[in-house]
């Protein structure tokens, strides 16, 4: 699990925005309860920012170099599935 969250050297922030409440939030804060210590513990100088909002639908930024920015909705999907799509994001240069 821990070479999923090596991330790229040109990642410079990851951003996840959800809701603290909602179901629909739900997988996203069950991901980030299990993979943020080792997220974090892997790459300790990459902020990994957690936004919580009321009735915000949730998603996953990556923010590179010289600022370039990509994100990825994640309602609806299974703990596995955002596993894959952050995997993706922290992977790309």
Known sequence: MSAKYAFS????ELRFLFCHTSAHSEATRSFLKRAYPTMKKNNPYIPILMREAAGTEPR????YALGKEKFEMLNGLSDKEIEEKVTSLVKTV
Do not use: D, E, M
Not at 9 to 12: E, F, N, S
Not at 60 to 63: I, N, Q, T
């Open 9 to 12: 050297q040109g990642l410079k």
């Open 60 to 63: 996953v930024y990556a923010r």
